[in-house]
């Protein structure tokens, strides 16, 4: 607080920098600077729809700006805004008399030594004027109010935010009172709501083709980077695209992460790894995880903000097929986001910060694309460049953009839970635990084991609960290599025969994974896919049981159970043919239960003949 009270009103920066700026200056330094930069951030960055949002939403309305810090002006002067009626009562006007560099009519600035400016110039409320000559109109104006500059510029926001940026429903304006007879009329605000609705499936279409980060995302549907994460999460026809899941780019990961020790953390990703529960697995990956000043900042800003949220009443507006629904935020859920807000700032502060100092230039396209997010993502990317660093960033997009504009290669969180179980960091349970968080999140692409799914049935004393069936949905996935699903199946199966605590257990768990491939598989003939998994089951414990004879024979002790191995009637062979014919008996249950049965009887025709024989 007291270094931003320090700061001269006058301070240069980014359009973006400055907003920030008084945002926090409003919140821990309370003055008129935060007027003064937040004005000059919008005459400086009125392009930008954030800035907008950010001037009104988090000075005027969520910052509750103090009225102390405005003037309350008697007449028309300098620096002071002004909004004229026409007699008839079709048309109003809106300006302000800008005294500083630069002024814009199409924004409603006037120049002091402007013919207007001059004819408004100690005009009281309720005074009229005729303004034949100095507009192209010639019907008198009655003064109507006039504001101080800067609470004019936030009604002026609010007015025209659907104008300027007319793909952007973050914000917007509607009259609910019939023109006729000034009844309410809730129709706009339908309308409106539908818009947003339309506007929003856009986005959502958009970021589900890959190429748009999700910062970008949240910044479109305007809110919160990190409401952007929770809105993801939350949506079940939306997922975190963090890898494009293939072979190559994990052992691109792995080698950086073993070159690299220490990474830079982007916020969304530090976020979401805190939310999730993940963060002490994934950091066992390096020896160090700092972040950067401009994270710390907004995670500061995101408590303040959950504070003052704490203390307003609120809520969101649905859309329920041609009707609407407001919910209002209780008294728990705003407990709740203030103590989750604290929490991850928190950990945020326990973090060694990297200074954001560029080495290379970021080229021209990209640094636009950055522009548009809060300037932690652009300044996480300048800190990996130096120190020997690596990005950490859950957003392949982002990632993308970071290489190419700033040639700054990136790790996710799954490369690092596999390279901290590699290098004994974690166990095999905490990496499950943590594997199974990302794909409750939606985090697509994750790597799944069939070490993952026992683990977590042996967690769970082998019932088979929610947590288990979306493993094994995504061990059905249609877009896995088939192949590579008839070794996973194997091992999967033949690990859990060992590891179950009775035969009934294990059946449900063959019953309950043959359903889900039946369900995502329903064109792929499961006796034939069966059969596969037996014969990649029987290579795959011949192999092991083969390199286990071998060196037991190399062994001059053998105990009762060696001597087993050697011996026709091996554990091996046994626990082979247990297995087999527990996932032929699952298979021909499941069959019983189909309506389509002819294309698979032929083939398990030959297994129960097959089963007879052993």
């Known amino acids: 607080a007291a270094w931003l009270s320090a700061l001269p009103a006058t301070l240069e920066g980014t359009p973006r920098q400055l907003v920030n700026l008084a945002l926090a200056t409003n919140r821990l330094a309370p003055s008129e600077k935060a007027l003064a930069f937040g004005y000059r951030a919008l005459r400086a960055g009125y392009g930008d729809?954030?800035?907008?949002?950010?001037?009104?939403?988090?000075?005027?309305?969520?910052?509750?700006?103090?009225?102390?810090?405005?003037?309350?002006?008697?007449?028309?002067?300098?620096?002071?805004?002004?909004?004229?009626?026409?007699?008839?009562?079709?048309?109003?006007?809106?300006?302000?008399?800008?005294?500083?560099?630069?002024?814009?009519?199409?924004?409603?600035?006037?120049?002091?030594?402007?013919?207007?400016?001059?004819?408004?110039?100690?005009?009281?409320?309720?005074?009229?004027?005729?303004?034949?000559?100095?507009?192209?109109?010639?019907?008198?104006?009655?003064?109507?109010?006039?504001?101080?500059?800067?609470?004019?510029?936030?009604?002026?926001?609010?007015?025209?935010?659907?104008?300027?940026?007319?793909?952007?429903?973050?914000?917007?304006?509607?009259?609910?009172?019939?023109?006729?007879?000034?009844?309410?009329?809730?129709?706009?605000?339908?309308?409106?709501?539908?818009?947003?609705?339309?506007?929003?499936?856009?986005?959502?279409?958009?970021?589900?083709?890959?190429?748009?980060?999700?910062?970008?995302?949240?910044?479109?549907?305007?809110?919160?980077?990190?409401?952007?994460?929770?809105?993801?999460?939350?949506?079940?026809n939306l997922s975190f695209a963090t890898c494009a899941g293939v072979t190559e780019e994990s052992r691109a990961a792995a080698q950086l992460i073993a070159e690299r020790r220490h990474a830079v953390i982007d916020p969304i990703t530090l976020y979401g790894a805190f939310r999730l529960g993940i963060w002490p697995a994934i950091s066992a990956a390096f020896q160090e995880i700092g972040i950067v000043q401009s994270t710390l900042d907004l995670f500061v800003r995101f408590a303040a903000e959950a504070e003052e949220k704490k203390e307003s009443q609120h809520g969101m507006m649905f859309s329920v097929g041609d009707q609407f629904a407001i919910i209002e935020a209780t008294t728990e859920e705003k407990d709740r986001n203030v103590a989750i807000a604290e929490d991850v700032l928190r950990l945020a502060r326990t973090l060694p910060l990297y200074a954001a100092e560029p080495i290379t230039p970021m080229a021209d396209e990209p640094a636009a694309i950055f522009e548009k997010f809060d300037d932690s993502f652009r300044d996480t990317v300048f800190a990996a460049q130096g120190g020997g660093r690596v990005?950490?960033?859950?957003?392949?997009?982002?990632?993308?953009?970071?290489?190419?504009?700033?040639?700054?290669?990136?790790?996710?969180?799954?490369?690092?839970?596999?390279?901290?179980?590699?290098?004994?960091?974690?166990?095999?349970?905490?990496?499950?635990?943590?594997?199974?968080?990302?794909?409750?999140?939606?985090?697509?692409?994750?790597?799944?084991?069939?070490?993952?799914?026992?683990?977590?049935?042996?967690?769970?004393?082998?019932?088979?609960?929610?947590?288990?069936?979306?493993?094994?949905?995504?061990?059905?996935?249609?877009?896995?290599?088939?192949?590579?699903?008839?070794?996973?199946?194997?091992?999967?199966?033949?690990?859990?025969?060992?590891?179950?605590?009775?035969?009934q257990h294990y059946r449900g768990f063959l019953d309950a994974a043959l359903s889900a491939f039946r369900e995502l598989q329903p064109k792929v003939a499961q006796a034939k896919f069966v059969a596969d998994v037996l014969g990649a089951m029987l290579a795959m414990m011949e192999i092991s049981g083969g390199m286990e004879k071998r060196k037991l024979l190399q062994s001059s002790y053998l105990t009762p159970w060696q001597h087993a191995l050697r011996s026709p009637d091996s554990q091996v062979q046994q626990t082979n043919l247990a297995v087999k014919r527990e996932l032929i008996a699952a298979s021909q249950r499941a069959m019983a239960n189909s309506p389509v049965k002819t294309e698979v009887e032929p083939i398990f025709a030959g297994k129960r003949a097959d089963q007879s024989r052993d």
């Open 49 to 236: 729809p954030q800035i907008h949002l950010s001037y009104s939403m988090g000075l005027f309305i969520m910052g509750r700006i103090s009225p102390a810090f405005l003037r309350s002006p008697n007449e028309v002067g300098m620096d002071t805004g002004v909004a004229l009626k026409a007699l008839d009562g079709k048309e109003e006007l809106h300006f302000v008399i800008e005294t500083a560099s630069d002024p814009r009519r199409e924004r409603g600035e006037l120049a002091p030594q402007s013919e207007l400016a001059k004819l408004l110039s100690g005009l009281k409320v309720g005074d009229e004027i005729d303004l034949s000559g100095a507009i192209p109109d010639e019907r008198r104006f009655k003064i109507e109010q006039i504001l101080d500059k800067h609470l004019f510029a936030h009604f002026r926001t609010l007015r025209s935010f659907e104008t300027l940026f007319p793909g952007n429903k973050a914000m917007s304006s509607v009259s609910i009172f019939d023109e006729a007879d000034g009844t309410p009329n809730f129709d706009p605000i339908a309308k409106s709501m539908r818009l947003r609705a339309e506007h929003g499936a856009k986005i959502e279409s958009f970021y589900k083709s890959g190429s748009m980060p999700l910062a970008m995302f949240a910044d479109a549907a305007g809110v919160h980077p990190f409401e952007g994460w929770e809105a993801v999460r939350a949506a079940p």
């Open 391 to 503: 990005l950490f960033c859950d957003d392949r997009a982002m990632r993308g953009i970071a290489e190419v504009g700033g040639g700054v290669p990136g790790v996710w969180s799954q490369a690092a839970l596999s390279s901290a179980l590699d290098a004994g960091k974690i166990d095999i349970d905490t990496y499950a635990r943590a594997i199974l968080a990302l794909m409750k999140a939606g985090s697509v692409f994750t790597g799944l084991q069939a070490e993952v799914v026992n683990t977590i049935l042996s967690g769970n004393g082998w019932q088979v609960d929610d947590d288990v069936r979306l493993l094994l949905r995504q061990a059905c996935s249609p877009d896995a290599d088939q192949q590579s699903l008839h070794g996973f199946w194997a091992k999967m199966f033949t690990v859990g025969f060992q590891r179950a605590p009775d035969v």
